[in-house]
């Protein structure tokens, strides 16, 4: 297949013959040292190498230095079942139940850990937010149920359909719902629906929102009954994970001028523009760190207001100067994400990222592993006679 392209600031098109071809996507985007002794792992979704990418990861921080490791799941929507049981398999003893499927017609189906994993012992802290769904919440649940690691952020998506393709004669196909994936203590992933429910089911994610459940924890309702980890830590079933400490979404400084030029995409649109016309002076910089410092001193944020105002968003001082950290991050993010990889982008990103610095401090405080809770003390008071 031959495609035109025709390059900003070239006026001539080039033309190239594309090739079909299968293309290897990676789930593990990024694999470094937060700091001497912390490594870090995003995982953007779960694939058929998703647990061999995961191991080469390991290694890698291993070799570095890492005694203490942070999985980072947020808005990983999920994939395979398989590869999310045996990234479970390599933190969890022998014989520790990962997850169980159980449906009205389908009979208990449980996954359990061979006990082969070498990283049984390390210190570990998984993120979640409200984007982590299905294989995800798998793997946080059974690190959770099992008080294997800290699970630190907001609670997850909620959807835990175990489906089954039932193809047609003419070639299509159904997915008909069989079974629901359960936690180890018996919490049901799945978040609930109820018969003509359908609209609010779909709209649980704002219901969600609205309520202020993104910005405190007091607003989480759980629908769903108690549940105890291993060691009696209490947890609640209704759908998603709940994480061992919340941490809210920060929107202090998002203003209606940021929504709209982000929501417009007048954001990505200047930094690919920007990128575009100062190439040959960026690709000097092959870290995150240089570029960005470089990036810092270019007063982009001005430039780009005057940029999206030219295309149709009004400029609005205050409201940029409100929103002005949140602008020069996400304007850099993108010029290092164009120039570099999705490492680098996830590093930037990561410098003062709130969940980040929750995970930093449970895991220098050394308190990654859950601990049991305090029992309650049962004191008899002795009844006393008064006497005059």
């Not at 570990?124 to 294997?148: H, K, P, W």
Request: hydrophobic share 30%.
């Amino acid at each position: 297949m031959k495609v035109g392209v025709k390059r900003f600031g070239e006026k001539d098109i080039k033309y190239f013959v594309l090739t079909r071809n299968d293309i290897a996507m990676k789930s593990v985007t990024a694999t470094y040292m937060l700091n001497d002794s912390i490594g870090y792992i995003r995982i953007k979704n779960f694939g058929e190498r998703t647990y061999a990418e995961m191991l080469t990861s390991l290694q890698q921080l291993n070799l570095q230095g890492a005694d203490k490791l942070v999985i980072d799941l947020r808005d990983n929507a999920g994939g395979y079942l398989e590869s999310a049981v045996q990234m479970a398999e390599e933190f969890l003893r022998k014989d520790q139940l990962i997850v169980y499927t159980q449906g009205r017609k389908s009979p208990r189906r449980e996954y359990r850990s061979r006990g082969k994993g070498s990283y049984q012992q390390i210190p570990l802290v998984v993120l979640i937010n409200e984007g982590s769904a299905s294989a995800s919440e798998i793997f946080a649940g059974a690190i959770q149920d099992n008080d294997r690691g800290t699970i630190v952020g907001r609670r997850s998506f909620g959807k835990g359909l175990v489906q089954q393709q039932i193809q047609f004669p003419d070639g299509s196909m159904i997915r008909l719902t069989i079974a629901r994936y359960y936690s180890p203590s018996g919490r049901c992933i799945q978040k609930p629906f109820k018969p003509g429910g359908i609209a609010a089911y779909e709209q649980d994610m704002l219901t969600r929102y609205q309520h202020g459940e993104f910005f405190s924890q007091d607003s989480i309702k759980h629908t769903g009954p108690a549940y105890h980890t291993n060691n009696g830590r209490l947890v609640y079933g209704g759908g998603g994970i709940t994480p061992d400490i919340f941490v809210p979404e920060d929107t202090s400084d998002v203003t209606s001028y940021y929504k709209e030029a982000a929501m417009r995409g007048l954001i990505l649109q200047y930094a690919f523009k920007y990128t575009d016309e100062n190439r040959q002076t960026l690709k000097k910089y092959t870290e995150m760190k240089p570029l960005s410092e470089y990036l810092t001193g270019r007063n982009l944020v001005n430039d780009f207001a005057n940029y999206a105002e030219k295309n149709g968003l009004r400029r609005r001082n205050n409201l940029i100067n409100k929103s002005h950290a949140l602008l020069e991050n996400y304007i850099y993010s993108r010029i290092i994400y164009n120039m570099l990889d999705e490492q680098a982008w996830n590093q930037y990103l990561n410098r003062n990222d709130d969940m980040i610095k929750a995970a930093e401090k449970v895991l220098n405080s050394g308190e990654a592993f859950p601990k049991a809770p305090a029992k309650k003390e049962h004191s008899t008071k002795k009844k006393q006679n008064k006497t005059a």
